[in-house]
Every structure is written in structure tokens, then in C-alpha cells.
């Protein structure tokens, strides 16, 4: 069953983007891990699964518990490694933080298949949006075409960035019987 994974810091606008994505109705709870700020959420629309990983880097939290948490997300994405594409999540209106740069490191790194979102961009005029995104692309190393600039406001970048989780997911079906 084809697996997308979505990371990002908390308050990138994770749940948005998702319920952009696959209409909220579509998107079935199946599952969650417990406990209440660090569980992991999964889904399941048009059969394909979601993971909705616990966001990083809550600007409230302690150093030491941001970095807890970032283990936290490593540690899960390195167990199950089956993913057909991990969405890594940035608000286009800040340059990466230290958290987005290790985590597109580990991304890198591990050889995952991955692209990145940048989120909110209905907040940018389009001239901003083309200089952040030539910043953005540069400081994280990432090629243009596997960076989505989307808003889930406007609906900005959401087909395109469906039509690539799409394919990512049927890349594995065709391996099946
Ligand atoms: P999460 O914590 O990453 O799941 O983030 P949410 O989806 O809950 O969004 C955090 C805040 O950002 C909320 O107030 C959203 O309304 C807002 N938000 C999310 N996406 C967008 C967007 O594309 N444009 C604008 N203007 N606001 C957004």
C-alpha cells in the first residue's frame, strides 16, 4: 500500500495542506499513536496511507525537548523506510531553520524520495515568492522541480504537488500483481 509521510516544523500549516490535498472527508483517521503533543497520526484516502508525523520545533519548547523531538521524527522515518515520498514542509516566508536544514539533511542523506512545500504563499506578492524560493532552493540544496510552491489559502501549487505524491504512489503499483 503506497505510504506519503508529511514533516515540517508545527504551525507550517500541516493539517491545511493535507485537508487542501484530500478533501477532509476523504481523509479517514485510522490510526494514532498516544500520547498528546508527540503522537503520530495515520490516514487513508484513495488508498494510499498518510502519515502525519508531530510537528518540530515548537518555538515554546526547550532546546533540549525541540531535539528530542526531532529524534523522535528520525527514529520513525529510519524504522519504516518504505515511504513512496515524504512531503517536507517550510514556510516560504522564513528562510530554513536549523530543524528544516537537518531534515532535509536527513532526507538527503538516507536517500529518501522526497519533495519540499513551501507553504502560506498567498502571504508573499509573487515577486517575493520567486526570490524566497530562489533562497530556499539554494540554502537546502533541493533541485526546482521537486519544490512546490503552494498556499493552502488559494489553492496555489496544490494540483501540481497532488499530481507528484500521485505518481510517487503509482510508482510502486505497478510492482504489484
Ligand atoms: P500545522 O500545525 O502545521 O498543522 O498548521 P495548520 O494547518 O494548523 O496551520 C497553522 C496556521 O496557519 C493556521 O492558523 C492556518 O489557518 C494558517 N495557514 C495554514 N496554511 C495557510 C495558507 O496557505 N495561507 C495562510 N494565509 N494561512 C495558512
Known amino acids: 500500500c503506497p505510504e506519503v509521510c508529511f514533516v515540517g516544523r508545527s504551525n507550517v500549516g500541516k493539517s491545511s495542506i493535507m485537508n ?10 485510522v490510526s494514532s499513536t498516544p500520547g498528546k503533543t508527540s503522537n503520530v497520526n495515520f490516514f487513508v484516502a484513495d488508498g494510499v496511507h498518510f502519515v502525519d508525523l508531530p ?9 533540549s525537548e525541540r531535539e528530542r523531538w526531532a529524534d523522535l521524527i528520525f527514529d520513525f522515518l529510519d524504522m519504516e523506510r518504505s515511504f513512496n ?27 529518501y524520495p522526497f519533495v519540499v512545500a513551501l507553504t ?3 502571504k508573499l506578492s509573487r515577486s517575493q515568492q520567486g526570490r524566497q524560493l530562489a533562497t530556499i532552493r539554494k ?3 533541493v533541485p526546482a522541480e521537486d519544490i ?9 501549487g496544490i494540483d501540481e504537488l ?3 505524491i500521485e505518481a510517487a504512489c503509482l510508482d510502486e503499483g505497478e510492482d504489484e500483481p
Open 85 to 111: 515520498l515524504v512531503v517536507s514542509l517550510v514556510d516560504i516566508r522564513h528562510d530554513p531553520s536549523k530543524l528544516d536544514h537537518q531534515m532535509i539533511e536527513f532526507l538527503q542523506e538516507g536517500g
Open 20 to 29: 487542501k490535498l484530500f478533501n477532509r472527508k476523504n481523509l479517514v483517521k
Open 55 to 63: 510537528g518540530y520545533g515548537f518555538a515554546q519548547r526547550s532546546k
Open 139 to 141: 540554502q537546502l540544496n
Open 162 to 164: 497532488k499530481r507528484r
Open 120 to 122: 502560506k504563499a498567498d
Open 148 to 156: 512546490f510552491v503552494t498556499s493552502s489559502a488559494t489553492g496555489q
